[in-house]
């Protein structure tokens, strides 16, 4: 069974930064492409960035020249470092990922639990 662990959500003042952080773990046989999400109240969940294993990396407009997506495909750990956080940023933010369980399986969805990032005026 597949879990995605993620940390290093928090309260940060505007201007500040946070790094979040998302593990895989258990048996699988690779990992395809990795992500962040974000969801505010009242709003839908949207893309943030995502990461391919190539390394390839795309970001939402909102979020560009401050947050850096990347990735340590030896620790099966993604990572969101975000600088000049806004207000706008509050959100929940959840971790994605595709994981090929077996050579034979497409690869499948995975979403972590999620974590609060709050950024105050």
């Known amino acids: 069974q597949v879990q995605l662990v993620e940390s290093g959500g928090g309260l940060v003042q505007a201007g500040g930064s946070l790094r979040l952080s998302c593990a895989a773990s258990?048996?699988?046989?690779?990992?395809?492409?990795m992500g962040w999400y974000r969801q505010a109240p009242g709003k839908q969940r949207e893309l943030v960035a995502t990461?391919?294993?190539?390394?390839?990396?795309n970001y939402a407009d909102s979020v560009k020249g401050r947050f850096t997506i990347s990735r340590d495909n030896a620790k099966n750990t993604v990572y969101l470092q975000m600088n000049s956080l806004k207000p706008e940023d509050t959100a929940v933010y959840y971790c994605?990922?595709?994981?090929?369980?077996?050579?034979?399986?497409?690869?499948?969805?995975?979403w972590g639990q999620g974590t609060q990032v709050t950024v105050s005026s």
């Open positions: 994605n990922t595709y994981i090929r369980s077996t050579f034979r399986d497409q690869p499948h969805q995975y």
């Open positions: 990461v391919i294993s190539g390394g390839s990396t």
């Open positions: 258990g048996r699988f046989f690779s990992i395809n492409a």
